[in-house]
């Protein structure tokens, strides 16, 4: 790829690192009903990058060569939800690997209003530049657990161990639970928990998920449980497992043609259950996030034991098919 020019406001970065999310993988499969019939787009919002060109105005704070981490998601910038920070929710959106250039090639372009919102952040010196990118989904799980308050000594459950289920039930053990488990009908999976230190695994092919739900519990059910598994019988089936006066998230939708769970509703009447979900994270959760992966060895090393590949940009088409075959867990693209 030929060195870009830098054509209006914004900045043009030289790709570091790029990691690929699942949402990639469905738009490569499936397409996306922000991209158009017949428009391309170079996908990857997992982003770490480097300064390469820059117009005046941010110049001062961003001179070439800093390395910057780089939050998906841009607000219109007008409505009640940016006006309040929150642009994960604003409906107007524009996101890169969407509506805009993403980060799976060498060099990509950040529009100004980017930096304006607070999008581009800086990295710190000697930050690892391999595995940064994976910011970007550490802080959709920071910010989904601060949504169901989190909190030392809570037992938690996680339907789904791939690799977003895996890091919500890593972020969960590192800020206190006092155990973990999660289910996964895939063995590989759960071996990658065993690895990285959750404490119960669980193949809903082979046990009883409910029954052994209130074994490990002793009969009190568990503090939160965290649906990343898109199924609509495991939605329902989260409000049977959770204890009274808990929390359940749904993090994962569901796809648009699935049959909506019919759950009961006096389990979050009698129980007095909080149901909620998230999706994405806003900027403060980015930077929030940020700031752990500097600063926790342990939780980044952790992290980093869930990649299953670091491939180049030439090697990308090839993993990109053992993830769209479940072989891989988590692949990072290293540019150079």
């Given amino acids: 790829m030929s060195e870009p ?4 406001e914004g900045a043009v970065i030289r790709v570091v690192s790029a990691a690929v ?3 990639d993988v469905k738009i490569y499969k499936h397409g996306h009903f922000k991209i158009k019939d017949g428009e391309s787009r170079i996908l990857g919002h997992e982003i770490f990058g480097e300064i390469y060109e820059i117009s005046d105005g ?3 704070r961003f001179p070439a060569g800093t390395k910057v981490f780089v939050a998906p998601n841009i607000g219109c910038g007008k409505c009640n939800y940016c006006l309040v920070g929150k642009y994960n929710l604003c409906p107007d959106y524009d996101a890169f690997g969407i509506t805009l250039d993403g ?3 060498e060099y990509m372009f950040i529009p100004a209003r980017a930096f304006e919102q ?3 952040m800086k990295v710190k010196e000697n930050e690892d530049e391999v595995f940064t990118p994976l910011v970007e989904p550490l802080s959709t799980c920071v910010y989904n657990l601060n949504n169901i308050s989190i909190k030392p000594g809570d037992k938690v459950l996680v339907f789904g161990a791939g690799f977003m289920g895996s890091l919500n039930a890593l972020v969960a053990k590192h800020m206190g639970a006092s155990f973990v488990a999660v289910v996964d009908p895939k063995r590989e999976r759960l071996e990658k928990a065993k690895e990285i230190g959750i404490h119960y695994r669980l193949d809903p092919s082979v046990e009883d998920i409910k029954k052994v739900s209130w074994e490990i519990t002793e009969g009190q059910g ?3 449980v965290i649906v990343t598994a898109p199924l609509p019988e495991v939605q329902a089936l989260s409000l049977e497992i959770v204890a009274k006066l808990g929390r359940v998230s749904f993090f994962a939708g569901l796809p648009k043609k699935s049959n909506f769970p019919s759950i009961n509703t006096n389990l979050i009447h009698y129980n007095q ?3 909620t979900g998230t999706t994405g994270a806003d900027v403060e959760y980015y930077r929030r996030a940020l700031e752990m992966f500097h600063h926790r060895d342990d939780l980044r090393e ?4 869930l990649v299953t590949s670091v491939v180049t940009l030439e090697e990308l088409p090839e993993a990109f098919e053992r993830l769209t075959q479940g072989i891989e867990l988590k692949v990072v693209v290293k540019t150079e």
Wanted: glycine share 4%.
């Fill in 5 to 8: 020019k830098l054509c209006e």
């Fill in 21 to 23: 999310c699942a949402t």
């Fill in 58 to 60: 941010f110049s001062d």
């Fill in 103 to 105: 980060a799976l090639a």
């Fill in 118 to 120: 607070g999008n581009v």
């Fill in 222 to 224: 568990f503090d939160v």
């Fill in 273 to 275: 259950l909080v149901l």
């Fill in 302 to 305: 952790d992290i980093k034991k």
